[in-house]
């Protein structure tokens, strides 16, 4: 059974930093993302990572560009999402999804439970 578990979020004031972890278990994944959710908002996709051949591709939302990196750590099947210079725009669920079955952006097989962000300001 494939399971995704959220950890790392919290509360932070603007400019400071978080890494949220995401363990799967049950089988390895070529691609993996992270999206969010704020209060009254539609879900927005903020970054993926994707193995292609050799290589590792990452994606941002342009909104995080340049402040949030994703990564992954294959020895323990897991994928971070370093959040530097947070703003209170960045409050909400963020929630790891893995197994895309579209593009790195849409949809995914597998998601997280969520974990809550709030960044004051």
């Known amino acids: 059974q494939v399971q995704l578990v959220e950890s790392g979020g919290g509360l932070v004031q603007a400019g400071g930093s978080l890494r949220l972890s995401c363990a799967a278990s049950g089988r390895t994944f070529s691609s993996s993302g992270w999206f969010r959710q704020a209060p009254g908002k539609d879900r927005e996709f903020v970054a993926a990572?994707?193995?292609?051949?050799?290589?590792?591709?990452?994606y941002y939302a342009d909104s995080v560009k340049g402040r949030f990196t994703i990564s992954r750590d294959n020895s323990k099947n897991t994928v971070y999402l370093q959040m530097n210079s947070l703003e209170p725009e960045d409050t909400a669920v963020y929630y790891c999804?893995?197994?895309?079955?579209?593009?790195?952006?849409?949809?995914?097989?597998?998601w997280g439970q969520g974990t809550q962000v709030t960044v004051s300001s």
């Open positions: 999804a893995a197994d895309a079955s579209g593009g790195y952006s849409g949809e995914y097989n597998y």
């Open positions: 990572l994707k193995t292609i051949l050799w290589r590792v591709a990452t």
